[in-house]
Structures are given as C-alpha cells and as structure tokens.
C-alpha cells in the first residue's frame, strides 16, 4: 500500500504565492504520472497540473504561465508552486498518483491512490 500525503496549503492575498508538496510513502513500488487536481464548492474535481517520471507536463489552461508542477523521483514527492493566485484558484488540491506496487513474485498491480487533500483559499 502507498500513502500520500499533502501538505502547503493555506490563505493567501490574490496575486500571492503558495507551494504544495505531497510524498508518497510505502514499500516497494514506483510512481508513474503524479499530478495535482483541484475542486472548488459545486464544481467537479478538475486536473490542474500533471507530471510524467520523465518530467513532461500538462498544466490546465487556466493555471499555465502561473503554476509549475514539479518532482523529485528519489523521494517520490511532487510539488506545485502557484504564483499569481486569483479568487478563482480557492479550491481543495488533491495529490494524484499512479502507482505500480511491485512483487518479488508475479506481475506489478496498477493503483491509482489520492491525497487527503488540503485546501488553498485565495482571497481578493
């Protein structure tokens, strides 16, 4: 099993900055596509920023040129710095990962696990 676990969250004045970090922790097992998705009151949990294990990107249109997605593969952590917050952004930031839980024995399983989440509020 893998756990993830969020942390960077808070208030901040639009226009301010904020980092998010998450870790996964476990045993044996390897991180494929982390990504960070948010859902604000009423609204559907949307994909905010995304990371490959090789580091390619995909960011929400309304976040790119603002927020960066980030990971440190050694320490199975991601980050999301997000500069020039807005209104807008105040939302819960979920930490996404796809995991492959590896056996000594038999082929690997694919899970996808979440973050508990941590809420960013950004205020005008």
């Known amino acids: 099993q893998v756990q993830l676990v969020e942390s960077g969250g808070g208030v901040v004045q639009a226009g301010g900055s904020l980092r998010l970090s998450c870790a996964a922790s476990?045993?044996?097992?390897?991180?494929?596509?982390m990504a960070w998705y948010r859902q604000a009151p009423g609204k559907q949990r949307e994909l905010v920023a995304l990371i490959t294990h090789d580091g390619g990107t995909n960011y929400a249109d309304s976040v790119k040129g603002r927020f960066t997605i980030s990971r440190d593969n050694a320490k199975n952590t991601v980050s999301l710095q997000m500069n020039s917050l807005k209104p807008e952004d105040t939302a819960v930031y979920y930490c996404?990962?796809?995991?492959?839980?590896?056996?000594?024995?038999?082929?690997?399983?694919?899970?996808?696990?979440w973050g508990q989440g941590t809420q960013v509020t950004v205020s005008s």
């Open positions: 996404n990962a796809d995991v492959l839980l590896l056996r000594a024995l038999g082929p690997a399983t694919r899970v996808i696990y």
């Open positions: 476990g045993t044996s097992f390897r991180t494929n596509e």
